[in-house]
Structure formats: structure tokens, C-alpha cells
């Protein structure tokens, strides 16, 4: 597999991983991005690192920034969104939101997401998201829950949904994050958003 290397030593690789490439192939990856997100991606160079890693991201002391596409205006220019997550009983490739007064949410897991607008459109908001806990696509089923889901996500979209032309896939990239390194030292990796993405962006 090609890739462009943000970062490399002994222990780690972080890389930005493209669309359509699907993140369980990569050996030793540190965490998961779907396979039609993009962005920063570490990978570890050893089992050792890949332990310490994973430990930091299990303790939720990693921090995740990625930019988002969605259909209409968010009410409020940021906010956080807490429910519980758990697969969906209709569809098994989903995720459905669970609140806790309802019935069956045992083994249900909480997500919690944070956002602000960094930029309204006439019928799309651009985003920047930061998930706290780190659930299968809990930004996804966070959005489209709230009624704004992302643009182009073909599993979460609602029918006949709008979609600027020219985008071939779910507006979701992984921009930014920050770990600490084996040695002590603190890393952010940064990842601009892809030119396919920009070109797409409403004028």
C-alpha cells in the first residue's frame, strides 16, 4: 500500500491513510478509521509500542480532531453529543443510538462527541468534531441521529439526501491527533483536508 508518511521513528508510524483503503489490512495499526475516512493514522513499529499505544487510546488520553461535511445547520454552533452506542437490531452493519431510560441498553457502551461550526453553507455546516470515547462510527451515527447526517455516507444518509457534486464518498477526515511517545515526549499529528474533500466544499 502507498502512503504519506507524517511522522516516523523506532516506534511508530503516523500516516494519512486514503479514502477506500480499509484500516483492518494495516498491520499493527494502532486504532481504526473506517475505510471511506481519511486522515491520520498510527501505526506501531513493535508489539511493545503497539501495547502503549493502544493503552493510551483505551484510556481515552488521546486527543482526535477530524473536519466533517453535514447536510443542514446545526442549531447550536457547538455542543456535545453523550448517548449510549450499540449495534443496530435492524441493520447489523449499524449503529444505533441508545438513551438510557430505554429498554435493552445493557452492554450498550456511552459516546460522547463534541463539535463546533467552523463554516455554515446555504444547505451544509462544516465541522470540526472531536470524539471523546472511541466507538464504532460514532461520529456518524452521532450526525445522523441529531438529523444532520454526513454528506456523502451512504450507510447513515437518508433517502434522496443532498450531496455536492463531484464528492464519491462519506466527507470524514481524520485532521489531528495528539499522544505521548514511549520516551515521554508529546506528538501532534496534523493531516490537511484532502483536495478531493476541498473541491467539493459549496462555493
Not at 5 to 26: M, R, S, T
Not at 94 to 118: C, M, N, S
Not at 125 to 151: C, M, N, S
Request: contains cysteine; hydrophobic residues 35%; positive net charge.
Amino acid at each position: 500500500m502507498k502512503f504519506n508518511i507524517l511522522y516516523e521513528d523506532e516506534n511508530v508510524l503516523a500516516i494519512n491513510k486514503l479514502a477506500g483503503v480499509n484500516a483492518d489490512d494495516i498491520p499493527k495499526r494502532v486504532h481504526r478509521l473506517d475505510k471511506d475516512t481519511s486522515g491520520v493514522l498510527l501505526v506501531a513499529k513493535n508489539d511493545k509500542s503497539l501495547e502503549f499505544f493502544q493503552k493510551q487510546f483505551q484510556e481515552r488520553k488521546v486527543e482526535k480532531k477530524y473536519l466533517a461535511l453535514i447536510v443542514g445547520n446545526l442549531k447550536n454552533k457547538e455542543g456535545e453529543i453523550k448517548t449510549l452506542l450499540g449495534r443496530s437490531p435492524k441493520d447489523k452493519r449499524k449503529q444505533k443510538v441508545f438513551l438510557p431510560k430505554d429498554p435493552g441498553t445493557e452492554g450498550k457502551r456511552e459516546a460522547i462527541t463534541k463539535y463546533k461550526v467552523l463554516q455554515s453553507f446555504e444547505n451544509y455546516d462544516l465541522i470540526e468534531v472531536e470524539p471523546l470515547t472511541g466507538r464504532k462510527h460514532q461520529i456518524r451515527t452521532h450526525f445522523a441521529y441529531l438529523g444532520h447526517p454526513i454528506v456523502g455516507d451512504k450507510l447513515y444518509s437518508f433517502k434522496n439526501q443532498l450531496c455536492p457534486k463531484g464528492l464519491k464518498r462519506q466527507f470524514l477526515h481524520a485532521s489531528y491527533l495528539k499522544i505521548k511517545m514511549p520516551n515521554g515526549e508529546v506528538k501532534e499529528f496534523k493531516s490537511d483536508l484532502p483536495e478531493e474533500l476541498k473541491l467539493c466544499l459549496p462555493k
